[in-house]
């Protein structure tokens, strides 16, 4: 499986981030799969953001909730990561992952793949 993650790269302040994360070498709905949006801000850890499961069920982290969506186009094997009301501390590099095992998880270590990730700048 291979994650490739586009997105507009500079976002300004209270407006919504749209990141498109095209899936190559499987299926999105292929059973136990799982499709996850993660960050990273600058000089901080790995922030788990939420994920899709093969069944179309999502599970957002509490703290982005309100202001996250995540979809899916089985069609075109692509996952869709939408935030609004952005902010500054919202920057970050933005990755996809996919865990083709188990359950869905938030643990960064149980996701079997990664995209190379996009950097999205929140400014003015």
């Known amino acids: 499986v291979q994650l490739q993650e586009s997105g507009p790269g500079l976002v300004k302040p209270s407006q919504t981030l749209s990141l498109t994360c095209t899936v190559s070498?499987?299926?999105?709905?292929?059973?136990?799969?799982?499709w996850s949006w993660s960050r990273r801000p600058p000089g901080k850890g790995l922030e788990w953001i939420g994920y899709?499961?093969?069944?179309?069920?999502?599970y957002y982290s509490p703290s982005l909730k309100s202001r996250t969506s995540i979809s899916r186009d089985n069609a075109k094997r692509t996952v869709y990561l939408q935030m609004n009301s952005l902010k500054p501390e919202d920057t970050a590099v933005y990755y996809c992952?996919?865990?083709?095992?188990?359950?869905?998880?938030?643990?960064?270590?149980?996701?079997?793949?990664w995209g190379q990730g996009t950097q999205v700048t929140v400014s003015s």
């Open positions: 899709i499961a093969y069944s179309g069920t999502t």
């Open positions: 070498g499987g299926s999105i709905t292929t059973k136990f799969y799982y």
């Open positions: 992952a996919a865990k083709t095992t188990g359950r869905g998880s938030q643990t960064e270590a149980d996701y079997d793949y």
